[in-house]
């Protein structure tokens, strides 16, 4: 007598899946548990304190409520308020121009760094590749505290280099200038967050064929063509992933902030985390930190939107 699984397997259908012997787990079951510890963690330090904030921007949270715990429910009052806060609209204003800057910095500068260490007759040691690198490992409040002693107006390197070239004739404010002091906070930025775009653009140039450069060359390209035709086209995807993240950080920066000029002089360096940060800790108006932080970041993933919309390029199938 013929059994059901030879009748199957005589038709074509193959043999039956056989489950898990009894008492072992699935694989896909013991994969969810063995993940299930690092899941419960990430719930408990990210995504509790974001539904908390959440909580909180939508009531009224100062030092009275925190001494009560009583927290009344305002609704939309703290966003409301927020948008009548000519100082929120300056701290936007100040990120926008210093995210400008530093993103535009960073990828010209980072571009610049790997079209030069990517060519064949330009050789670096290892000393070099790391002193190229060792900006980014410095931590963000040192290298703002860094920066502040260069720009010292009493005893500053920068100072005394532009003093002994003739290009000024006495020590410059460069913190405490308020049409400046914001932009010279960006240099310091733009100098520790460079290496991380140039190791992004190097690694994406190993990636191109050398080929379409020697054909290139063949049909006459030179090479501003060569960048211009096949370099940088090729080099999109990973434009497109430096500006949405360099965007969402430079759109955060605090560090050097807090280290060099805690939003002065005046409100001149006053940006959105610090807005967040001042309306939280030093105000203590915590509703209105929770609302201003949920401002930032919804503004954050529009940015990312447009610039995944417009510079990623799609790839159709027939």
């Known amino acids: 007598m ?3 699984p030879e009748t199957r397997a005589s038709m074509g259908m193959g043999k039956v899946a056989a489950g898990p012997p009894r008492g072992e787990l699935r694989p896909g079951r013991l994969a969810f548990l063995l993940c299930l510890p690092a899941l419960v963690f990430l719930l408990a330090i990210i995504a509790y304190p974001i539904l908390h904030a959440l909580y909180l921007s939508f009531h009224a949270v100062d030092l009275s409520a925190l001494n009560t715990g009583e927290m009344p429910f305002v609704g ?31 990828v010209l500068f980072g571009l ?10 330009i050789a670096l040691g290892v000393l070099s590749r790391a002193l190229i690198l060792l900006p980014w490992a410095v931590p963000p409040v040192v ?42 906070v960006s240099i310091p930025y733009i100098w520790r967050t460079t290496p991380f775009a140039a190791l992004l653009f190097h690694a994406a140039l190993q990636g191109i064929p050398e080929e379409l450069y020697e054909a290139a060359k063949v049909d006459g390209a030179n090479a501003w063509g060569r960048l211009w035709g096949i370099t940088l086209p090729l080099l999109k995807p990973t434009f497109t992933v430096l500006l949405v993240l360099r965007t969402g950080f430079a759109f955060m920066v605090f560090d050097e902030i807090f ?45 990312a939107f447009v610039y995944i919309r417009l510079l990623y390029a799609r790839v159709e199938y027939a």
Do not use: H
């Open 2 to 4: 013929i059994t059901l």
């Open 143 to 184: 290298n703002g505290l860094m920066w502040g002693f260069i720009y010292s107006p009493s005893y500053g390197y920068l100072n005394v280099i532009l003093y002994r070239l003739g290009i000024i004739k006495e020590f410059m404010q460069f913190l405490g200038n308020a049409d400046i002091a914001l932009y010279m």
């Open 259 to 303: 280290a060099m000029t805690q939003g002065g002089p005046g409100n001149a360096t006053w940006v959105a985390a610090w807005y967040t940060y001042s309306q939280s800790f030093r105000y203590v108006e915590i509703g209105m930190g929770a609302a201003s932080a949920y401002a930032l970041a919804l503004m954050i993933a529009a940015i």
């Open 76 to 106: 939309l009052a703290n966003f409301q308020a927020l948008l009548r806060d000519g100082v929120f609209w300056a701290a936007l204003r100040n990120t926008v121009v210093f995210t400008a800057v530093s993103v535009a910095g960073e």
């Open 112 to 121: 610049a760094i790997a079209l030069v260490i990517n060519e064949k007759g």
